[in-house]
Nanobody, 129 residues
Framework: QLQLVESGGGLVQPGGSLTLSCAGPGFSLDAYAVGWFRQVPGKEREGVSC????????NYADSARGRFNISRDKVKNTVYLQMNDLKPEDSGVYFC??????????????????????WGKGTPVTVSS
């Protein structure tokens, strides 16, 4: 079964930065919207940021807007999430998911990943001093 591969998570101090990567080995992500979703124990998975297949539209959760930036590199078949000024509440396991969407990118992001066709196994992010 095809699966995405996330990387770049780790332990960082508050105020620090991380860049997460989501690669699609073995298949092209070109036709898919890709989202980053965060899972925290005891809470529902939430959409952090999503990007359309063309890269022309992006969506951010209120908590991420102004601090995070999502981008995609079609040559490298990879989607990135640059996270700056990290806060303890940003901690969690970050999953990327790819979906062929016929709705808005905002709708995809708030869907909590419903209907995602391809998932990765996640990369953990811990923001702590």
């Amino acid at each position: 079964q095809l699966q995405l591969v996330e990387s770049g998570g780790g332990l960082v101090q508050p105020g620090g930065s991380l860049t997460l990567s989501c690669a699609g080995p073995g298949f092209s992500l070109d036709a898919y919207a890709v989202g980053w979703f965060r899972q925290v124990p005891g809470k529902e998975r939430e959409g952090v940021s999503c990007i359309t297949s063309s890269g022309g539209s992006r969506n951010y959760a209120d908590s991420a807007r102004g601090r995070f930036n999502i981008s995609r590199d079609k040559v490298k078949n990879t989607v990135y999430l640059q996270m700056n000024d990290l806060k303890p509440e940003d901690s969690g396991v970050y999953f990327c998911g790819a979906k062929f969407i016929d709705t808005t990118i905002q709708a995809f992001c708030v869907s909590r990943g419903h209907g995602v066709e391809y998932w990765g196994k996640g990369t953990p992010v811990t923001v702590s001093s």
